[in-house]
């Protein structure tokens, strides 16, 4: 935490290493120092005689010399006060021109006639980073019931691994509170000892995992009102990856239809 502010205030990473050190011991070698900020010798003298060139150190000549930290509230002071003005200067400056961007750029793009509303019936998303887009304004809409179906080899590690990690960060706070999840995998999956650790994490009320040997597709719906489907990558790259998205009701109800059948065949996940 205090490293990080350090860098905030404008301090490279061995400089925070090295002026955390000092404020441990008040005074010291460098060969005291570097045991404890853990940089190399050759690096530490020029950083720390940095330091002193800032204000930050006194160097106290002799054998061996002596490195001392000032009062930070005294040498730390101007770098927040400019670290603050750079704060400033951004919120007054910087929302402007970035509104004058936006305004820009939305004229181009209306001057190419390209529509980029999600408002179709079926598009195609490319890149991870374009799905989570779309996801957010899915989730803000889905009030009742999710069904997945996934499968091997299209359901990458990578992408049960990147589930794990979002659970144990937020718990998925929307599911638990409201959403029925009904999950169908296939039943090989269940040697994924992380995909079980996602089953077992949601395993409380209104969550239900069945599965089955073999799925046809892979795909997800958002109460009755839109869907994905994953069109598979061959490197299982998030970064790369295609889904098909449709809105168009019809669609979604028959991949509704869809499900329900599976479900019903599938066995409970034990």
């Not at 195609?124 to 799905?131: A, C, D, E, N, P």
Request: charge should be neutral; hydrophobic fraction near 40%.
């Amino acid at each position: 935490m205090q490293g990080e502010i350090l860098q905030y205030l404008g301090f490279s990473e061995n400089e925070s290493k090295l002026y955390l050190a000092l404020l441990e011991l008040g005074e010291g070698t460098v060969d005291e120092i570097i045991k404890i900020a853990n940089v190399r010798r050759p690096t530490a003298y020029k950083v720390l005689r940095e330091l002193v060139d800032k204000g930050l150190l006194a160097e106290i000549t002799g054998k061996p010399t002596l490195f001392r930290i000032l009062p930070p509230e005294n040498t730390l002071e101007s770098l927040f006060k400019k670290k603050c003005d750079e704060i400033e200067y951004l919120h007054k400056t910087f929302r402007k021109k970035y509104e004058k961007f936006l305004e820009d750029a939305q004229k181009k793009i209306s001057s190419t006639n390209t529509n980029i509303d999600l408002g179709r019936d079926i598009i195609i998303l490319r890149g991870y980073k374009s799905l989570l887009n779309v996801l957010k304004r899915v989730d803000e809409q889905t009030k009742n019931c999710i069904r997945v179906v996934t499968r091997l080899p299209v359901s990458s590690q990578a992408e049960i691994d990147a589930m794990v990690d979002e659970y144990e960060r937020t718990g998925f706070p929307e599911v638990q509170n409201s959403l029925k999840l009904k999950i169908i995998c296939e039943t090989n999956m269940k040697n994924m000892p992380n995909f079980v650790k996602l089953v077992k994490n949601l395993e409380f009320q209104n969550q239900y995992h069945r599965h089955l040997p073999s799925l046809p597709a892979e795909f997800t719906i958002y109460d009755d009102f839109a869907a994905m489907i994953e069109l598979q990558d061959e490197n299982q790259n998030l970064e790369n990856v295609k889904i098909l998205f449709i809105q168009n009701r019809q669609i979604v109800q028959l991949l509704i239809l869809a499900f329900e059948s599976l479900w019903e065949k599938a066995k409970e996940f034990k």
